[in-house]
């Protein structure tokens, strides 16, 4: 498993094509930002289809880290991961 945090820069009327897309494999924790735990195979298939969604001028950046305990996490307010240990 991976985790990896993405973050899109996308023309507004375009984002919804990318929160859907992206919230069927990770949490959305903020506007243009989602993070989660993947398989590499997933990984790899989300790379290719962001890419391909792109336009010009638009960015998708999508970083991994090797597993969630190197990632230090500092939240102020409701922290949206909260929810998702109910899942």
């Known amino acids: 498993m991976v985790y990896v945090i993405v973050v899109y820069d996308v023309q507004a009327d ?4 990318f929160l859907n897309y992206l919230r069927q494999y990770l949490v959305h924790v ?3 930002v989602f993070e989660g735990e993947l398989t590499e195979g997933n990984v790899e ?3 290719g289809t962001l890419e391909s969604m792109l336009e010009p001028g638009e960015s998708v950046m999508l970083y991994r880290m090797s597993s969630e305990k190197y990632v230090t996490r500092s939240v102020f307010g409701d922290d949206p991961m909260d929810d998702q240990q109910f899942l």
Not at 14 to 17: A, D, G
């Open 14 to 17: 375009r984002t919804p094509k």
């Open 45 to 47: 298939a989300i790379e």
């Open 30 to 32: 903020q506007n243009s």
